[in-house]
């Protein structure tokens, strides 16, 4: 293993010192990849995760405009798998390369003989060493890298990541991050059980003193895309079924009583985009009913369990309260109201979920209080009240409106005489990016810029250096 260079000592010259150029922060997840410059609030890169085929076609189109764009025959994809860590190494680190080069540097150099630049007579006089010129230039070769990862991310997957940094990129310095740990970092913990609620997982991750505690990380797909097929199962369960026209199927349309049938003019393709295309614009339409309709009922006990106070359920309660409005991209509309509630609970309670032949009830296991019931017996008992005094939330999908409250609830009802401390970001960019913005502190600290591993050391050590230096 190589050894740690000190701080007080000036860096080798063959070695990365850290001060010359922003290093950047790298936050590949299912939904969107992020990316930035480390040191910024935000990151200035943040594309779809999802890429594009055209028909007949194997070149990945990346970026918002080939994925929401209809075409014959286009198909959507996605290089990460369900469990958030990398499925398609190739595509996944062309994905990666985009959302870098694509907003904050310069792609690779194309050959200046068939770049368009040069007169094409002159094009057989000009002779180029391409294979010189790809080995020199690189297209990260100014910039070390710091890469997020979950917390169940393999040793393969990590040296897959070092190789691709260090081999195709040509990155000076490297470093492997878990999100969890950079979380807690963007709100000042050093210890904290972080919470991260994104678009294929709930995890919950117990940190101490900067580390990750691996026991006590668990998991579950009851996250952003379980809760948008639950509002699809809500919309077909409902009599009459509610409509889901996706907004590029929609030419005109006119308003219409709520209830009543849509009046729409409707486009129609000569060959239409594939089923996954029509999913993914769908689930934009979802995204928005989720951000705007959508609540959780925030406690005490469950939905369906009685209000001590009325003497009834607290579903027979929330009927009397006022419902949300909702518009389909087709002029549908609907007052939505206690299903608004509903559609999420199965996230706290999995008797509550929606449930068919093709998407079955989860387990009472996989919901949120086992898993942090889960989490927390396997953190040693002096540590645990330490964790639920800083419990540190991010992720997208954590952002709906009572969540804060009914986790709050849920945490004090589960160990009474505690003190439980819910720690969130109020504004949103910051509980989006919270892993992110964690990286990017980390990156631009003086302190940090001695733990890179440098191109030379891993090139004395190989791959499998990232294993013992980012733990």
Not at 67 to 82: D, E, F, V, Y
Not at 226 to 233: A, K
Not at 359 to 379: G, I, K
Not at 406 to 423: I, Q, W, Y
């Amino acid at each position: 293993m190589a050894q740690v260079q000190s701080s007080s000592t000036a860096p080798i010259p063959t070695e990365y010192g850290g001060d010359e150029v922003s290093a950047l922060v790298l936050d590949p997840g299912y939904a969107t990849t992020r990316a930035g410059f480390a040191g910024e609030d935000v990151p200035k890169s943040v594309i779809p995760s999802y890429y594009a085929l055209a028909d007949k076609s194997t070149n990945p189109l990346f970026g918002d405009n080939a994925i929401h764009t209809p075409q014959g025959g286009l198909s959507i994809h996605n290089p990460m798998s369900k469990d958030g860590t990398v499925e398609d190494w190739e595509t996944a680190s062309k994905l990666w390369e985009y959302a870098i080069t694509s907003r904050l540097t310069n792609a690779k150099p194309s050959n200046p003989a068939t770049n368009g630049l040069n007169d094409p007579e002159n094009g057989d006089e000009m002779e180029v060493e391409m294979e010189a010129l790809d080995e020199n230039e690189k297209s990260l070769e100014e910039h070390p890298l710091l890469l997020t990862e979950t917390g169940w991310n393999s040793a393969r997957a990590r040296e897959k990541s070092i190789q691709i940094a260090m081999e195709d990129w040509g990155c000076p310095a490297f470093w492997m991050a878990r999100s969890g740990v950079l979380a807690a970092f963007a709100q000042g913990k050093a210890s904290a059980l972080v919470i991260d609620v994104g678009a294929s997982n709930i995890a919950i991750t117990p940190i101490h003193d900067g580390l990750l505690l691996r026991k006590g990380v668990v998991r579950s797909p009851l996250a952003g895309n379980w809760l948008s097929q639950q509002v699809r199962l809500m919309f077909a369960s409902s009599q009459p079924p509610v409509p889901l026209t996706p907004h590029y199927l929609i030419t005109s349309k006119s308003p219409v009583d709520a209830g009543a049938p849509a009046s729409a003019t409707y486009r129609t393709f000569a060959q239409p985009p594939t089923a996954s295309f029509r999913a993914l614009q769908e689930e934009r339409v979802l995204t928005e009913f989720k951000e705007s309709v959508v609540q959780i009922w925030s406690g005490p006990h469950r939905l369906s369990s009685q209000s001590p106070q009325a003497g009834i359920s607290n579903e027979e309660l929330l009927r009397s309260q006022p419902g949300k409005p909702f518009e389909m991209p087709d002029g549908w509309n609907q007052v939505f109201g206690v299903e608004r509630y509903k559609v999420v609970e199965g996230m706290f309670d999995a008797k509550a979920a929606y449930s068919d032949s093709e998407n079955p009830a989860p387990t009472a296991a996989q919901t949120l209080p086992a898993l942090l019931r889960e989490s927390l017996n396997a953190v040693d008992v002096d540590a645990r009240g330490h964790m639920l005094g800083n419990v540190v939330v991010t992720g997208a999908a954590s952002q709906l409106v009572g969540f804060l409250d009914r986790l709050n609830a849920e945490l004090s009802a589960m160990f009474p005489g505690m003190r439980v401390k819910v720690v969130a970001p109020g504004m949103s960019i910051e509980r989006r990016f919270g892993s992110w913005i964690g990286g990017s502190i980390l990156g631009s600290l003086g302190t940090f810029h001695q733990m890179w591993i440098s191109k030379k050391e891993y090139e004395d050590h190989g791959a499998g250096i990232v294993e013992k230096r980012c733990k």
